[in-house]
């Protein structure tokens, strides 16, 4: 646990060293991402446990964290006007859920 929390703080202190008003959007936009995969996956989880359901555990509570990163990009690849996706938010979404998921042990 005591790694978890300071991965999350390296991140996030990571995220905040950026200067101009683009990159804090997008530095900003990063931390809505890592937040909102960190949510999905840890919903997910508490529900498993919470109401005792046993498939749902940390290895299938990846699945809609995948599938929220990769979703969401695909909805910005079909409003370009508004949107722009990057691989680099996918990632964001999708890679702390699974590193939370190596360091778990339950």
């Known amino acids: 646990m005591k790694y978890i929390t300071l991965l999350t703080i390296l991140l996030l202190s990571i995220s905040n060293l950026t ?6 959007y997008k530095q900003k936009d990063k931390q809505q991402h890592f937040l909102g995969g960190l949510i999905i996956y840890g919903s997910c989880i508490s529900t498993g446990y919470i109401l005792n359901i046993k498939y749902l555990n940390k290895n299938t509570c990846l699945v809609p964290v995948i599938l929220a990163g990769i979703g969401k990009e695909m909805y910005d ?12 938010d996918a990632m964001v979404t999708i890679l ?3 590193l939370i998921n190596f360091s778990l042990k339950f």
């Open 19 to 24: 200067a101009s008003t683009q990159a804090l």
């Open 77 to 88: 690849l079909q409003h370009l006007d508004v949107h722009t996706p990057e691989f680099n």
């Open 96 to 98: 702390p859920s699974v």
